[in-house]
């Protein structure tokens, strides 16, 4: 079964502070994305990562992709308020549809 | 940025109606996608097109029908709406098989 995972699903952070969210998966596509949605909004692009070892950065965030370990991560530097939204990953199966797995999302939360 | 387009944004309406969501996007992109996603879950594909008089059933079972009739153009139908139909509905689309699928502003629907 073509799974992917999101961990933490919840996360509360305080303002300043540093963390990742993983996103494993059991595809063995290297076609991976980051996605941003706020309540009740639509998704927003954040990432796009096509290739073992890739790494971007916009911001506060920062995402790479180990397709050998099947993990991608979205690193949180300082965080602010304004980046509490849910994260989202989602994966191309692999299997040349064009079509994406999202993963269960990780809520962020940002306090003061 | 992407233009991709849904109405309407909400929808209360009661069981056993017929309903239509339309989604439309300019940037003359040829796959398109409708995702259903439930507060605070992941997205579900529920219909797919990859051109014109292309269409195909997602990954998750749906009552609702869908046309590409125009390569713009990807409207939703569900023949008689049940409670069981209230959901979020996202429409996307993406053009080289690289990059990330754009995403339209959603509609909200309530099945009364």
């Known amino acids: 079964e073509l799974k992917v995972e999101q961990n933490p699903l919840f996360l509360s952070m305080q303002e300043g502070k540093n963390y990742t969210i993983y996103c494993n998966y059991s595809t063995t596509s290297d076609r991976l994305y980051w996605y941003r949605q706020d309540p009740g909004k639509s998704l927003e692009s954040l990432f796009v990562l096509l290739s073992n070892g890739a790494v971007k950065q916009e911001g506060r965030l920062m995402a790479s992709l180990d397709t050998k370990a099947r993990l991608s991560t979205l690193h949180i530097t300082a965080a602010v308020h304004d980046l509490s939204a849910t994260y989202f990953c989602?994966?191309?199966?692999?299997?040349?549809?064009?079509?994406?797995?999202f993963g269960t999302g990780t809520r962020l939360q940002v306090f003061p | 940025e992407a233009d991709i387009y849904q109405t309407p944004r909400y929808l209360v309406i009661g069981t056993g109606k017929k309903i239509t969501l339309e989604c439309s996007q300019t940037?003359?992109?040829?796959?398109m996608y409708w995702y259903q996603q439930d507060p605070g879950m992941e997205l579900h594909l529920i219909h797919y097109?990859?051109?014109?008089?292309?269409?195909e059933k997602g990954d998750l079972s749906s009552e609702s029908t869908v046309s590409r009739i125009r390569t713009e153009h990807f409207p939703l139908t569900l023949e008689s709406a049940r409670p069981s139909h209230t959901s979020q509905y996202l429409c996307?689309?993406?053009?080289?098989?690289?990059?990330?699928?754009?995403f339209g502003p959603g509609t909200r629907l309530t099945v009364t």
């Open positions: 989602a994966v191309d199966r692999g299997d040349n549809t064009d079509k994406l797995i």
């Open positions: 097109s990859y051109g014109v008089n292309s269409t």
């Open positions: 940037m003359g992109h040829d796959k």
């Open positions: 996307a689309s993406s053009e080289n098989p690289s990059w990330e699928q754009y």
